[in-house]
């Protein structure tokens, strides 16, 4: 079992810049990917970004490449997701996930996953 906690939202003007972190806890670690997912009010769930275990492997959706960078700490059990020139099509809540293997894009892939943190975006 991998307990997974996100912190880092709150309440941002457009063009500003946030960072989520992800900390992990329980299982090891060791051997997951992890990935960013977001949920707008009256929208599903969609993918954001992932990154392999050993973070040589990073994937972004469309909306948020060039912008968004993800990045782990696996000394720190953590993973970032550095979020630049937020958009208010950016609000949503975002969750992090983990699955054993490589790192996909869907989210039914993923076994464990966080609370998630709310990320508001003003414009």
């Known amino acids: 079992q991998v307990q997974l906690v996100e912190s880092g939202g709150g309440l941002v003007q457009a063009g500003a810049s946030l960072r989520l972190s992800c900390a992990a806890s329980?299982?090891?670690?060791?051997?997951?990917?992890m990935g960013w997912f977001r949920q707008a009010p009256g929208k599903e769930r969609e993918f954001v970004a992932a990154?392999?275990?050993?973070?040589?492997?990073?994937y972004y959706a469309d909306s948020v490449k060039g912008r968004f960078t993800i990045s782990r700490d696996n000394a720190k059990n953590t993973v970032y997701l550095t979020m630049n020139s937020l958009k208010p099509d950016d609000m949503a809540v975002y969750y992090c996930?983990?699955?054993?293997?490589?790192?996909?894009?869907?989210?039914?892939?993923?076994?464990?996953w966080g609370q998630g943190t709310q990320v508001t975006v003003s414009s």
């Open positions: 990154i392999s275990w050993g973070g040589g492997f990073t």
């Open positions: 996930a983990a699955r054993i293997g490589t790192p996909t894009t869907t989210a039914d892939d993923y076994y464990y």
């Open positions: 329980g299982r090891s670690f060791s051997g997951c990917a």
